[in-house]
């Protein structure tokens, strides 16, 4: 083994506060894997609350891998290293079970790269009894694990707690690989995607979808409903996460809200709040770890009982962005000694804003942004989405308008403006909708860029329209999507993706289409009602 990247995963370790070493011998081996670099897998909630769960577990060792650099990438192949896992060192083919946790599309080609420098073929089919079972779970997987099929053996599509339980049990009553894949498919929320066969008709949509051996056509998203019981938290603290040091706690699932751009806010319904005693009590232990606690929650503004939460003493709190709305003024006074806050107005018009169901005014956020840079906050940062159905120019100027009305009435504190493209998703009322062009995306923004670059103190940020497409593309993709995540891995940089459009394989993110035509997440009940979408739909695109 590489002396050099041992040496790196020993620094790493070093720093860390709550790390788990368990003897492998006689337990069930797992490698939990975040397909990006540590720093971001880290700052997961996700990722960290499935460690933690995993080894509460006597008979369990649960052990952590994560993308490497691009330059220790390049020191893996150089020196033929296979992939390791921090904590023991070994090479994650060594393990019963690789688990992926995954949160974004972009990141489904470092899947198969992990896979291929693990030695493991990244093709479920070419794998063998031998290898560790891969599996996957992770809001990805909930939504639409089909451009993954050919590569997991399994999936995991639900809230975790519960499921994985289940699953450990089945586990360890099951002796041979065949009757784990039978065993688990009596799990609620188990996909095993090997069962079921797909056939397209000529013009490339599906027409037909076959389970065999007693499969379930159906695959009900599993919820953990009392989130008060819920184990989800920080496993380990370390200054190398993106959220340095940083404690992150659970305080909501699920959103009270449902912005029709927002998968979130549609599949992690319904809203649950965690018991306020027991998160004051969480909150109290965190602080015998560090000051710094990352309160998650799709919409905080909403937690009943907020402002005495943000009051507690010596707590240094982060929250993910603010509702603009009349009632945040206590909670911008509570969070004054903080350097940005955030406000997510979306859209520059009241119309568009309709449009997405992001029912706030533009004096609702006028006056949420002075009281943010009144109450000396350094930055205010906002978030837009631009490529939104039905958004104009018009639409897109009037962010300008707005980004400058606000800075006319705030002399102080710097504004930064997050710009992200609009990708549909999967059970949200724009799934059918196509995503605007790329040429016409990268006008809207540098009409933006150029419009506020004369405001003092004001920045704009923006992601890559070429991601945001390849986010589309593997969102909304099928099975056969898995041929492209393969190119996108092994065939670098994003030709592929220019080349997709050009022979016309980018139908599922620039074609509008119909109700009739069968989604590849069709067989995914999430407890949202198609007929319910399409009237949302139709009733926004009316506006
Ligand atoms: S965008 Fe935010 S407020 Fe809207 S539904 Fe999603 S999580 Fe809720």
Known sequence: MNRRLIEKADRL????????????GGRINIVLVYPNIYPIGMSSLGFQGIYGLLNSHNDVVCERAFLPE???????????????SLESKRPLSRFDIIAFSVSFENDYPNILKILKMSGISPRSSERGLFHPL?????????????????????????????????????????GTRETLLENSLRIEGIYIPSYYSVEYDDAG???????????????????????TKSSLKTAIITPEAEFSDMYLLEAMRGCVWSCRFCVAGRIYKPPRRKDFNLLKKEIKEALTKTRRVGLIGPSLSDYPRIGE??????????????RASPGSGRIVQLLKGHRSISIAPEAGTERLRSVINKNITDTDI?????????????TLRLYFMIGLPSETRADV?????????????????????????????????FQWHPMESMKEVRERLKIIKKGLSRLRGVKVFHDVPKYAYMQGLFALGDRRTGKMIEKAAFEGGLKWGRKSMDTGRDLSVSGKKEITEALPWDFIDVGVSRDELWKEYLSAMSI
Do not use: H, Q
Request: with cysteine.
């Open 70 to 84: 691009p330059g220790d990438i390049e020191e893996f192949e150089r020196t033929g290293t296979e992939l390791f």
């Open 366 to 378: 006028m006056e949420t942004a002075k009281l943010i840079l009144g109450s000396g906050v350094a």
């Open 13 to 24: 370790i070093a720093k860390e506060k709550g790390t788990v070493f368990k003897d492998p």
């Open 205 to 227: 949509r599906i027409y037909n979808r076959k389970a065999r051996d007693n499969a379930p056509e159906i695959i009900r998203k599993r919820t953990f409903m009392d989130v």
């Open 134 to 174: 891969v599996i996957m779970g992770g809001v990805c997987a909930f939504y639409n694990p089909e451009p993954l099929s050919e590569f997991m053996d399994m999936f995991f599509v639900g809230e975790a707690e519960e499921m994985l339980l289940e699953f450990l049990s089945v586990y360890r009553d099951s």
């Open 397 to 429: 100027n009037e962010i300008i308008n707005m980004v400058g009305r606000i800075r006319e009435d705030n002399r102080k504190g710097f504004i930064t403006l997050s710009v992200s493209t609009f990708v549909p998703k999967p059970f949200t009322p």
């Open 309 to 322: 939460v943000l009051s507690m003493e010596g707590v240094d709190f982060s929250i993910t962005s603010l």
